[in-house]
């Protein structure tokens, strides 16, 4: 079974509207980070958001918060008042911490938004 | 601070070369994490290190070899270069292996060309 899901297949959002990006997951370790990251055309995978397994908020960055929802096993990334420069890949990513010391990350297979001006 | 360093940014090689990449962590960060990014694939880890040594090793054949200096700068090398190999190597850092917390920082990658 896929650890992250990501099947929304391409985005379209106006500029200064919002998005929703979804991301579900599977683990059952009671540990993990769940982490979204935005990769433009260059490459560079830039980080964004975390939220932890244990967290009790739904974290918040500028513009990005995240909807947690762990009984669904969800952990959606809200971008608010959306940028041309939003327009990139993004990818869901998981961390899993009980089983030992690793940084391993398991991605989804990423979501294009399309930022319209 | 610096950010992570990857060099070269693009190489192109034929097959059955073998070829090179490095990778500098964010100054402090002494874990650093591989994968390999291709359209069909997506996202894979390759290995990851922390204090020299080889934490963890994802799914990839014995040509995919990677290892970590001292001062945490970290190479990986591919040997018997196949087409398949074409990719973005994208290089992470962290401060360490030990928590889920630890946020994984990513170099601008290398385009590696397999003709």
């Known amino acids: 079974a896929q650890k992250i899901t990501q099947t929304q297949p391409g985005m379209f959002v106006q500029e200064k509207e919002a998005v929703t990006l979804d991301c579900t997951y599977d683990?059952?370790?009671?540990?993990?980070?769940l982490f979204w990251y935005k990769q433009p055309s260059s490459g560079e995978m830039i980080f964004l958001i975390y939220q932890g397994s244990y967290d009790q908020q739904n974290a918040t960055e500028g513009r990005y918060s995240l909807n947690f929802q762990k009984a669904r096993k969800s952990a959606n990334l809200v971008i608010s008042a959306s940028q041309l420069g939003d327009s990139a890949m993004y990818f869901c990513?998981?961390?899993?911490?009980?089983?030992?010391?690793?940084?391993?990350?398991?991605f989804g297979k990423g979501i294009t938004l399309s930022v319209r001006p | 601070k610096a950010g992570v360093t990857q060099t070269p940014r693009y190489l192109i090689k034929t097959r059955g070369q073998q070829v090179t990449l490095s990778c500098s962590p964010i100054?402090?960060?002494?874990?650093v994490s591989w994968y390999q990014q291709t359209p069909g694939q997506g996202l894979q880890f390759l290995f990851e290190y922390f204090s020299e040594t080889q934490r963890n090793k994802g799914n990839f054949p014995g040509r995919f070899s990677g290892r970590q200096f001292s001062n945490s700068r970290s190479e990986m090398n591919v040997s018997t270069l196949e087409l398949g190999d074409s990719a973005l190597y994208l290089c992470a850092s962290s401060l360490s292996l030990a928590y889920s917390t630890d946020t994984q920082y990513f170099g601008p990658g290398t385009r590696l060309t397999v003709l």
């Open positions: 683990t059952s370790d009671p540990s993990y980070g």
């Open positions: 990513a998981m961390r899993e911490g009980s089983t030992g010391a690793n940084s391993k990350l398991t």
């Open positions: 100054s402090g960060h002494r874990s």
